[in-house]
């Protein structure tokens, strides 16, 4: 199979890709437009043709449950906790892969290819969990999923905290989680991420802490986390996602807060949707947006992307497995609007995901890589935001997984 009639982002001209089995086995420029050669040559017709889009913050234990058993009515993070609590209780195995495969078909259906999903294991059971991992071996066809052991309550304030995280990690999860500013105490937040940053160097796992997800500016967790990077040279192999707390730190102390995550080297995930809906709850007007600092991290040289994190659960009741959907609002609300950052504002769900997943070489257009790719409905980065774009054919191991036929419009003329 080759892809023909390519645009590839950073790169000048026409290419074609062929496909040898599952790798990519060249890419050659073209000085024009062809036809296809052969049968299965997929025509790109001059757009973009793109790494596999990346989900790198989702909870796929919890989607699909918005309302049950209670709707969230404040749109509070931490309502949104105890009505997960109450669906906890009547939560099955089966009921768990059935949900997560659900959903995980809309992901594949909108580009993904890589997910990294967020499994509660602060439950004696640890039913989602297992769940998890056995969802994890049904769709590798579909995607990569990596699974992170996340405490939803707490670590050090939940009975076993430790022995569960420790537990979660023997029976199979790839990446370690964290809360701290949900537990009961600063000291227990601190020991928090002491311990989790001891289990992942033991155990080799990836680290993705939630971190600061609060409006308070008192919440300081993510100088703790990325000292203990920095310190134990771990940063490229560590995540703080949402640190929305940055939204409400004041400039000064961010600038000394900065010079600290340059040198950790972490990487940071944002998930604005949920961000701008869950935050800001408590303030009179003017209301803050609830958002960590994306552009000044990005701007910063520092590596950050956006990930969708709720489908229709207690924390957000919207969603459709669109990351492009993301990519669009993020950017009105992160005001990353300007003409440099729309002129590559892809790396925010491709490439910049991929390095917080740890990816490698697993991803990108390169001869000898995975033939993972998509073909886009639009040129560059810009038209693709502007013009809403789709993924219009997935293509994973070297076949068609995925083919979209946009929607026509008739009008008289």
């Known amino acids: 199979m080759n892809v023909i009639n390519a645009r590839l982002?950073?790169?000048?001209?026409?290419?074609?890709?062929?496909?040898?089995?599952?790798?990519?086995?060249?890419?050659?420029?073209?000085?024009?437009?062809?036809?296809?050669?052969?049968?299965?040559?997929?025509?790109?017709?001059?757009?973009?043709?793109?790494?596999?889009?990346?989900?790198?913050?989702?909870?796929?234990?919890?989607?699909?449950?918005?309302?049950?058993?209670?709707?969230?009515?404040?749109?509070?993070?931490?309502?949104?906790?105890?009505?997960?609590?109450q669906r906890k209780e009547t939560t099955t195995h089966d009921d768990i892969k059935a949900r997560a495969k659900k959903t995980i078909d809309m992901l594949v259906d909108h580009g993904i290819q890589h997910v990294r999903t967020h499994v509660d294991v602060t439950e004696p059971g640890l039913v989602a969990l297992k769940a998890m991992v056995e969802v994890r071996e049904d769709v590798r066809h579909l995607v990569d999923l990596q699974i992170v052991a996340f405490p939803q309550e707490g670590i050090e304030s939940y009975p076993n905290g430790r022995a569960l995280m420790t537990e979660a990690i023997a029976i199979g999860a790839d990446v370690v989680g964290g809360i701290p500013h949900f537990e009961n105490t600063r000291e227990q937040g601190v020991a928090s991420l002491k311990f989790l940053m001891d289990l992942a160097?033991?155990?080799?796992?990836?680290?993705?802490?939630?971190?600061?997800?609060?409006?308070?500016p008192q919440s300081r967790f993510l100088e703790v986390l990325a000292e203990e990077a920095r310190v134990r040279q771990m940063g490229p192999r560590v995540t703080a996602s949402h640190t929305v707390a940055m939204g409400s730190y004041d400039n000064a102390y961010c600038s000394k807060l900065f010079r600290l995550l340059k040198r950790s080297g972490i990487n940071f995930v944002s998930c604005p949707t949920e961000s701008i809906h869950l935050q800001g709850r408590f303030d009179n007007y003017p209301k803050r947006r609830g958002v960590t600092r994306v552009a000044e991290i990005d701007r910063a040289g520092m590596n950050v992307c956006f990930g969708q994190d709720s489908i229709v659960d207690p924390w957000y009741p919207?969603?459709?497995?669109?990351?492009l959907r993301i990519l669009e609002a993020g950017l009105h609300i992160c005001h990353m609007l300007g003409y440099e950052d729309l002129q590559r504002c892809l790396d925010l769900i491709t490439e910049n995901s991929a390095r917080t997943l740890n990816l490698g070489e697993r991803y990108g257009i390169e001869v000898g890589r995975p033939a993972n790719l998509l073909l886009l409905s639009a040129p560059d980065d810009y038209e693709m935001v502007r013009s809403q774009g789709h993924a219009l054919v997935s293509i994973r191991h070297g076949e068609v997984l995925m083919r979209r036929t946009p929607a026509q419009v008739h009008r008289r003329g």
């Open 201 to 216: 160097e033991r155990s080799g796992c990836l680290v993705d802490v939630h971190c600061d997800e609060t409006d308070d």
């Open 9 to 85: 982002r950073g790169r000048p001209g026409l290419f074609r890709i062929e496909l040898n089995g599952a790798a990519i086995a060249a890419i050659v420029p073209q000085p024009d437009v062809v036809a296809p050669g052969a049968a299965d040559d997929l025509d790109a017709a001059q757009n973009l043709v793109v790494p596999p889009f990346v989900e790198p913050h989702i909870h796929l234990d919890a989607t699909l449950t918005a309302g049950e058993p209670e709707w969230n009515m404040s749109g509070t993070l931490f309502e949104g906790i105890e009505r997960w609590a």
């Open 318 to 323: 919207l969603g459709n497995g669109n990351i």
